[in-house]
């Protein structure tokens, strides 16, 4: 690494593929093409594939679509099936009540989709208005000005070995210069969480708080199928102080997505979201859709659930946060693709007003994007929605009860804002131990089954990519006062604790089955765990999750 | 030298294959696709035999759907100078790949073909030996090593049972190239800007009057059985005792 790396410069870069960065690129260059003006723009992402990484329930309001393309039907945007039939239950063990539906959180003539799928399309679309889109290339460094400004980003190094030596392949990363960089990273994104540190974008907003999110798609037997049909759940498996729900959409083609989204504020070390999951579906009105089915797919990502309250200034010297780096998701209505295309939307429009006057944006704050998201419905409707997540801290029953006085009776409208109570995890003494669990192979299953699944590319040999600060606090913390809560809320199995005779206990980090879902950057309890971006083109290929 | 790289876009690697529920195949909708393995292989081949003598010209071809070309412009950022596009949307069979690569052959007139030894989605390793036999040009398959010896001439190493074949084969010929020859280049992103602005030409397979009508039929595609899980014995006696209890073999 003594060269000097190789470097190239855009007028934007947008680091990410996902619905905020590509409808960002699409807004630009759709309203450049309009200007007559030249903009160049390129889209960095990390997967080998647009859309290889996304993963979403998905249910979509069309609106900022519609925005975007007009006539996206005739341009066969994959927006296939219409919510025909909606049901918001409790569940109880064996049995289940059906719950109203706020008129607010309801799906009427939204759409079930692959959100992978939707960014395949996107990018074709931002193709071919000429964005450049490089998948298989991950932004892993941020390069700042002499000014404290970001000025761009450093793509991954290819063909390093674990011990960081070149190998014969190597590949250096190169520098990507831009006016303004774009962060669209998701939740938790690696370099968005760094901007945030550095510019204290957060001073102001209370702490994020994260859900996990875990997926299955299943083709189930045609007789059991409905197509359109989607219900969420709350309740069981989950205990009554840990926030989540559950989902199941019927898509089209036999193909239903089921899903379970746990708070990650819980706090019994001994909790495992995986297992709760595969729990789910072992309830008789689960299990009734999809016995018989296959199970295709399974994957996990986490969410940012902190809503309005936690929402960081969004702008800072050289660039800006989109989507969920910045946390756009509306937590109630369970949804967060129209936001985050939203904002990807309003980003690109304030930045063209600057262009579009010829001003030099680099190093420069365009503080215009967070004023017109104030003047945007999107921070209308995450107004609205703030006081319910944090309602639930007070139990699920509790929780229910304000959610329908402040929706039907308030309407989101209520004075006052409610804080996220700051939840962490207890030591292991405190908390029961819960029993192991089965699985059977048929319903539930074990976690390396279902990672299988998830088309996992991962080179081993290279640096691994989930750093540990201090190695020695795995056992001395993680393992001894909190009997290593890694091993059961990492969705892929990729910690484990290692006893063998006559040696100590040791923490193995298996980083090549990692999906990405960045649940131990956020969770470590002495954040501890720091979760980077691996070699190029590595972690999960989601077909259509 | 001119050397042509036929190349087939598969289903990636890093992907399971699901069978299709009415068994007609298996369920390729949405999954990753990518340059097969061996013709990447190939690819990396003829780039190392172009930095021993910087004249040579390599030239991808690939034959299928309009979507086949995002193959090319990999093979054009691994380094490929420029690429052929054989365009159809009928579902081609190993000898109707040859007979349209022989066609190829016939305006190119490269010195070398060389292709993968097979393409891992159907395995059949047909295409190099038929499209050899069709132009009548010198054939090695499954090359581990090779060396450019002079303008007609080359020398390669090609595996066989129980052990390895040196030959020299006199030019033009079509070798096909094992795993063991080399390991692919990374793609870089300055050469995937490159590659945009590389010559890829369109040829319609109808405009090369080929007979590529099926010959074979699929009757069906079943997945394999599920593998059995592995099982830890604590000592040998176990061992002997699960394996007399479950198998004939002791």
């Known amino acids: ?545 | 030298m001119k050397i042509l790289i036929p190349i087939k876009k598969v289903l990636d690697p890093a992907v399971h294959v699901r069978v299709k529920s009415d068994e007609s195949g298996v369920d390729i909708t949405n999954e990753k696709m990518s340059i097969n393995p061996f013709d990447e292989i190939a690819i990396e081949a003829a780039l190392q035999l172009k930095e021993s003598d910087a004249t040579s010209e390599l030239i991808a071809v690939t034959c299928g759907a309009d979507d086949a070309v995002s193959v090319l412009y990999s093979a054009m950022a691994m380094g490929v100078d420029r690429s052929i596009h054989i365009s159809t949307d009928m579902e081609l069979q190993p000898l109707a790949i040859a007979k349209l690569l022989a066609r190829v052959c016939i305006t190119e007139n490269p010195s070398l073909v060389i292709c993968g030894k097979q393409a891992i989605d159907d395995d059949a390793s047909q295409v190099p030996q038929m499209l050899a036999g069709l132009t009548g040009w010198s054939q090695a398959m499954f090359v581990t090593e090779i060396e450019n010896k002079s303008e007609n001439e080359l020398l390669v190493t090609t595996e066989i049972d129980g052990g390895l074949e040196n030959l020299k084969i006199t030019l033009p010929a079509v070798i096909s190239t094992d795993l063991r020859l080399n390991t692919p280049r990374y793609i870089t992103l300055m050469n995937i800007m490159k590659a945009k602005k590389k010559q890829l030409d369109v040829i319609s397979s109808d405009s090369l009057s080929v007979d590529v009508e099926p010959r074979l039929q699929t009757l069906k595609v079943v997945p394999a059985p599920d593998e059995r899980e592995g099982e830890i014995v604590n000592n040998v006696d176990e061992l002997i005792i699960k394996l007399k209890e479950r198998t004939r073999m002791i």
């Not at chain 1, 296939?80 to 049995?95: D, G, H, N, P, W």
């Not at chain 1, 000014?147 to 014969?168: F, P, R, Y």
């Not at chain 1, 190597?170 to 520098?175: N, S, T």
Request: glycine share 8%; aromatic share 10%.
């Open chain 1, 1 to 545: 690494m003594n060269s000097e790396n190789e470097s190239i410069s855009f007028d934007v870069l947008i680091v990410g593929a996902g619905p905020a960065g590509l409808s960002a690129a699409i807004r630009l260059k759709q309203q450049a093409k309009k200007l007559q003006m030249n903009l160049s723009v390129c889209v960095l992402e990390k997967a080998s594939e647009v859309g290889g990484h996304i993963i979403s329930g998905a249910i979509i309001e069309s609106r900022v679509l519609s925005e975007l393309f007009p006539d996206w039907e005739n341009l066969g945007a994959p927006l296939y099936t219409k919510v025909a039939q909606e049901f918001f239950l409790f569940l109880t063990q064996a049995s289940y009540f059906k719950l109203p539906i706020p008129t607010q959180f309801s799906n009427n003539g939204n759409y079930i989709i692959s959100l992978g799928k939707l960014c395949r399309w996107l990018a074709l679309q931002a193709e071919s208005l000429g964005v450049e889109i490089f998948p298989g290339f991950p932004a892993a460094k941020l390069l700042y000005s002499s000014d404290g400004s970001v000025k761009g980003v450093v793509t991954a190094d290819m063909g390093l070995d674990k011990k960081n030596n070149q190998t014969d392949h190597y590949q250096q990363g190169i520098e990507i210069y831009a006016k303004q960089v774009i962060f669209a990273e998701g939740c938790r994104g690696s370099l968005s969480k760094q901007i945030i540190n550095k510019y204290k974008l957060d001073n102001q907003s209370e702490d994020q708080v994260y859900g996990l999110g875990l997926k299955e798609l299943w083709e189930v037997q045609e007789s059991n199928f409905e197509e359109g049909e989607i219900f969420h759940t709350v309740g069981w498996p989950l205990p009554a102080d840990v926030y989540g729900g559950s989902f199941l959409y019927q898509l089209e083609n036999n193909i239903i997505s089921i899903g379970l989204v746990v708070g990650l504020d819980y706090k019994n070390t001994w909790l495992s979201p995986y297992d709760l999951f595969q729990q789910f579906k072992s309830h008789p009105y689960i299990q009734k859709i999809i016995k018989g089915g296959k199970r295709i797919s399974y994957g996990a990502r986490t969410l940012s659930e902190g809503g309005f309250q936690s929402l960081p200034k969004l702008t800072f010297p050289g660039g800006m946060l989109i989507g969920d780096s910045a946390g756009f998701l509306n937590v109630p209505k369970l949804k967060g693709t129209h936001m985050a295309m939203q904002s990807g939307v309003v980003a690109a429009d304030a930045l063209i007003q600057h262009f579009k006057g010829n001003v030099n944006l680099a190093n420069k704050e365009v503080i215009g994007y967070g004023k017109q998201i104030k003047e945007n419905w999107m921070w209308d409707e995450l107004y609205r929605a703030r006081n319910i997540k944090p309602a639930f801290s007070l139990g699920l029953k509790t929780g229910l009860l304000y959610s329908a006085f402040d929706s039907y009776v308030l309407r989101g409208m209520g004075v006052w804002t409610l804080k996220h109570k700051h939840v962490y995890l207890q030591r292991k003494g405190k908390t029961k131990k819960s029993i192991s669990p089965e699985y059977d192979g048929i319903i539930t299953f074990e976690r390396l089954s279902s990672v299988y699944l998830s088309n996992i590319h991962h080179i081993e040999d290279q640096p691994c990519h989930l750093q540990l600060k201090d190695a020695t606090k795995a056992i001395s913390i993680n393992y001894k006062q909190y009997a290593s809560p890694e091993e059961r809320y990492c969705p892929a199995g990729v910690y484990k604790i290692v006893k063998q005779p006559n040696a100590e206990v040791r923490l193995q980090i298996d980083a090549q089955n990692c999906l990405h879902c960045k649940a131990c950057d956020i969770k470590d309890p002495s954040q501890n765990i720091n979760w980077v971006v691996p070699e190029g083109g590595s972690g999960p290929n989601y077909a259509m999750m």
